[in-house]
T-cell receptor
Framework: SAVISQKPSRDICQRGTSLTIQCQVDSQVTMMFWYRQQPGQSLTLIATANQGSEATYESGFVIDKFPISRPNLTFSTLTVSNMSPEDSSIYLC??????????FGQGTRLTVV | AQSVTQPDIHITVSEGASLELRCNYSYGATPYLFWYVQSPGQGLQLLLKYFSGDTLVQGIKGFEAEFKRSQSSFNLRKPSVHWSDAAEYFCAVAPNQAGTALIFGKGTTLSVSS
C-alpha cells in the first residue's frame, strides 16, 4: 500500500489570498487526483494531476482557480487561488497505480474568512 | 455517465445490532467497487473492494459487502455494530480501466446508540 502525506492538515486563510497544498506519496504511483469535499457533502473530483504536463480538470473547475503541479511520480501540489468563503472545504489528494488500489491523504481542512 | 447512489443519508443503529448500508451504481459494465469510511476529522480509509470473483467480500473491522449484478448493488453489512463504527461511509466506483478516478456516492452517516 501507499502512504500519502498531505500538508497542511488545516489552515484558516483570509479571502483573496492563495494556499498551496502539498501531497507526497511514499512510492511511485501512476495517477494522482485532487478532490474537494464541501461541508456535509461527498467527494468531488477537481482534476487529475499529470506528471510533467498540465492537469486535466473536471467540469466546473479551472486552472486559474486551482493550479496543479506534478513534477514527478510521487509529489503534487494544489493551489487554491484568490480564495473566498465558498472555497472552505476539505481538499484530498489521492493516488493509485491500479484501479483496485486508491489511497487517500488525510486531507486539508481549509477555512476561508 | 457513471453514478453512485446511497439512498440513506443518516442511519442510527443500536450498539450490537446488525447494519446494512445500501449502495447502487449505474454503469454499463461491472465496475470496481469500494467502500470507504471517514471518521470525524480523518481521511478516507478503505474498508473493502470488489473487482471480480466471489461476490461476497470481506473487509477490515468486521465489514463485508455483497455485489449483486442483477440489482446493480454493493451493500455493506456488519453483523454487530460497535460504538466506534460511528462515521461517514462512502460507496465508490471506478470503471475497470487504469487511470480513472473514483466516483463517490453522497455518503451515509452512521450513528450508534447505546
Amino acid at each position: 500500500s501507499a502512504v500519502i502525506s498531505q500538508k497542511p492538515s488545516r489552515d484558516i486563510c483570509q479571502r483573496g489570498t492563495s494556499l498551496t497544498i502539498q501531497c507526497q506519496v511514499d512510492s511511485q504511483v501512476t495517477m494522482m487526483f485532487w478532490y474537494r469535499q464541501q461541508p456535509g457533502q461527498s467527494l468531488t473530483l477537481i482534476a487529475t494531476a499529470n506528471q510533467g504536463s498540465e492537469a486535466t480538470y473536471e467540469s466546473g473547475f479551472v486552472i486559474d482557480k486551482f493550479p496543479i503541479s506534478r513534477p514527478n511520480l510521487t509529489f503534487s501540489t494544489l493551489t487554491v487561488s484568490n480564495m473566498s468563503p465558498e472555497d472552505s472545504s476539505i481538499y484530498l489528494c489521492s493516488a493509485t497505480s491500479r484501479p483496485t488500489e486508491a489511497f487517500f491523504g488525510q486531507g486539508t481542512r481549509l477555512t476561508v474568512v | 455517465a457513471q453514478s453512485v447512489t446511497q439512498p440513506d443519508i443518516h442511519i442510527t443503529v443500536s450498539e450490537g445490532a446488525s447494519l446494512e448500508l445500501r449502495c447502487n451504481y449505474s454503469y454499463g459494465a461491472t465496475p470496481y467497487l469500494f467502500w470507504y469510511v471517514q471518521s470525524p476529522g480523518q481521511g478516507l480509509q478503505l474498508l473493502l473492494k470488489y473487482f471480480s470473483g466471489d461476490t461476497l467480500v470481506q473487509g477490515i473491522k468486521g465489514f463485508e459487502a455483497e455485489f449483486k449484478r442483477s440489482q446493480s448493488s454493493f451493500n455493506l453489512r456488519k453483523p454487530s455494530v460497535h460504538w466506534s463504527d460511528a462515521a461517514e461511509y462512502f460507496c465508490a466506483v471506478a470503471p475497470n480501466q487504469a487511470g480513472t478516478a473514483l466516483i463517490f456516492g453522497k455518503g451515509t452517516t452512521l450513528s450508534v446508540s447505546s
